[in-house]
């Protein structure tokens, strides 16, 4: 196409407007260097809430693995009309356990009870100096209500020996002597001194500290070839338990935090510190991560090169529209891009210019493409015969620049993919927890004055299955 020898600066102009006008974007409202206020970038908050129903069976089965054998021993026990005892409480057969309601916990404890009875020292006990042995099985019956405290530690506040199981009873030197109210109240007080007297009963800290050291471990994310390390927060950790009869216990763990994004040679060598308990009323099976990704303009470049160079757009039968390089910005909410291009023509004379391009980031979950969408474009510079064209195939230049303004993520999505699902299964001598149906998708797009901030959601379900 011939250019006409009035195209002067002022016509350039005037016909430069004219072209813009049928995109339907003004001079005054697309200006490359304008300095729009930029969105804010919303801050990520993740939520993990694990419903967890612990059988009977497990709870049994770990009862009995951390009870000691022997519970307790004491010897010259005063037992009255001049006798002593040297008793042995230990452990004989499976601890059972029984909800009454959704706070009481019913316990079946078996006990062998063995020792020696005689004479206190002095009188006929220096005559008579042999002592008669025993050894009796009970299965006593007593009601607890654990409680698990704000500091992690386990509390049982009530203690209630309902049955005996049996009796504890013999002869000594023709005394018949029943030793059930003294082993009662030895049982009691144990309980007294042991259990209901400690809120700080059982610390169980260290177990959720080593789960939570594989949970929380910060972990190295490879993001379109660069390593972003990745680190997990807790705000808060809140519990709700309660007991469920003829199943077991029920649990809902939740923790609410925030994961972090560190240079890959910073990445810090721990999981955070777990906060104290509280309660929770979500009983819900949910993971939702929310992932501060953001890729500065020099990577968002390289993207849409790998995606966009190399590929020509022909604008009519002499000119093919070739990009060359591209340089993102922000433009307010809108993504800014420079377009560097030659029209290579067939009987030579090439034309270079810029475009200056504006379009809206949107996420196509199918494909697993970033496009930048309702693209909206300037000539930015170039020659009179550059900007003559661009106006007259500005259809064919916005319809093609719109169809292939494309950014794969989807390696980013699936190496996400990957390392949360493996840092978030584990394998215990309890149970086994997986991670079902997780899915990764950006919730939106924030261009910010170092490159585009794309926050990543991740949801999924847990599975469990106890041992």
Known sequence: MTVPTFFSTTNKTLLFCLGL?????????????????????????????????????????????????????????????????????????????????????????????????????????????????????????????????????????????????????????????????????????????????????????????????????????????????????????????????????????????????????????????????????????????????????AELDALIQKSFGGQSIPMNKTYRFNATQFRTQAYGERLGITVAFTAVSTKGGDLKGELFLVGRPVYDPATRVLKVLDLDFVMKSGSAKAMLGTMIKKGKIHRELSQRMKMPLGETITESLKEIQKQLSLQTPVANLSIQNLQIVPIGFYPTAKGLAIPLQATGTTAIQWK
């Open 21 to 297: 006008g049928l995109l339907a974007v003004s001079c005054k409202t697309l200006d490359p260097s304008a300095s729009l206020p930029l969105p804010t970038v919303p801050k990520t908050s993740s939520v993990v809430n694990v419903p967890l129903e612990i059988p009977f069976t497990t709870l049994t089965a770990v009862a009995n693995r951390s009870t000691p054998n022997v519970l307790f021993k004491q010897r010259g026990m005063d037992l009255g009309n001049g006798l002593v005892g040297d008793f042995e409480f230990s452990r004989n057969g499976k601890i059972q356990f029984r909800a009454l309601d959704q706070q009481r916990l019913e316990v079946v404890f078996p006990l062998k009870i063995q020792g020696e009875v005689g004479l206190k020292p002095g009188g006929i006990r220096n005559l008579l100096q042999s002592k008669v042995p025993f050894n009796t099985n009970l299965a006593p019956v007593f009601v607890i209500n654990p409680e698990l405290q704000s500091n992690w530690y386990l509390a049982i506040p009530e203690f209630e020996l309902l049955d005996l199981g049996g009796k504890l009873g013999f002869s000594v030197l023709g005394i018949e002597l029943d030793l059930s109210p003294i082993v009662r109240q030895e049982i009691r007080r144990f309980a007294k001194q042991e259990l209901t007297s400690k809120p700080n009963l059982l610390p169980i800290k260290p177990l959720m500290e080593s789960v939570w050291n594989q949970v929380g471990q910060p972990m190295l994310v490879d993001m379109e070839g660069k390593k972003t390390g990745l680190s997990i927060r807790p705000d808060s950790v809140k519990i709700r338990e309660y007991l469920l009869p003829n199943k077991g216990l029920h649990i809902d763990l939740g923790v609410k935090g925030q994961v972090q994004v560190h240079p890959s040679n910073a990445l810090p060598s721990r999981a955070f510190p777990i906060p104290k308990v509280s309660p929770n009323t979500d009983g819900s099976n949910r993971i939702d991560l929310q992932l501060p990704l953001e890729f500065t303009y």
